[in-house]
């Protein structure tokens, strides 16, 4: 059950949150004749970790889309790809929790994508991936304590796209690496980017 393996990894979070990268925008990756087509979110009904603030479905999926179409919409290949990513399980860390014991956010989704020319499914089965929202001063204490409910979902779908970045980079033989993919416009420099902390009196109680 997706909750009860959530819960396990947020009891250990100290280690695994280490492993998430921070809000860094690098230069587009060799995706070959990739290019954005249909970018489709689904958050019908996602379930929640009961150690969590509520949240909207319908902002978690604007969230995600918007970091989809950011992040993988500066490809400009010759071909189009429609992504299809489901919203399976979240967790947005709550204010009010003893620091020791200081939740962080999760976000467990399922990504699909397809060819969108031949219509075919490229990937047998949904690729399920778990991320956080990374290591820095604030999610060591708790975000519930620093960020917006806002500022972590978003942190959140920045992580969750560069894992399906990097998921895509591990099956070439989905595009024609032949072609060379380049960004959208110029170059993408390196930059960070991300949610700056919140004063604790400023963040929302639930």
């Not at 796209?161 to 033989?173: F, G, I, N, Q």
Request: aromatic share 6%; with cysteine.
């Amino acid at each position: 059950m997706i909750i009860a393996r959530i819960f396990s990894l947020l009891l250990s979070v100290g280690l695994l949150s280490a492993c998430a990268g921070q809000n860094v925008v690098e230069a587009p990756v060799a995706l070959g004749d990739f290019k954005m087509g249909h970018n489709i979110v689904v958050a019908d009904n996602p379930q929640k970790v009961p150690i969590s603030r509520e949240a909207n479905p319908q902002d978690l999926d604007d969230s995600l889309t918007k970091a989809i179409q950011e992040r993988l919409g500066r490809y400009d290949g010759d071909k189009f790809y429609n992504l299809g990513v489901s919203i399976d399980a979240y967790a947005l860390a709550p204010p009010g929790i003893p620091v020791v014991a200081a939740p962080k956010s999760i976000l467990v989704i399922t990504a699909n994508i397809w060819d969108d020319a031949a219509r075919e499914k490229l990937n047998p089965e949904g690729k399920q991936l778990t991320v956080f929202e990374g290591l820095s001063g604030d999610t060591v204490i708790g975000t519930g304590y620093t960020r917006t409910r806002q500022q972590q979902m978003d942190a959140l779908s920045f992580n969750a796209v560069k894992r399906v970045e990097a998921w895509l980079l591990e099956h070439p033989e989905w595009f024609d690496m032949s072609v060379g993919n380049k960004p959208s416009g110029a170059d993408a420099p390196t930059v960070v980017s991300g949610p700056k902390p919140v004063p604790a009196a400023q963040v929302p109680a639930n």
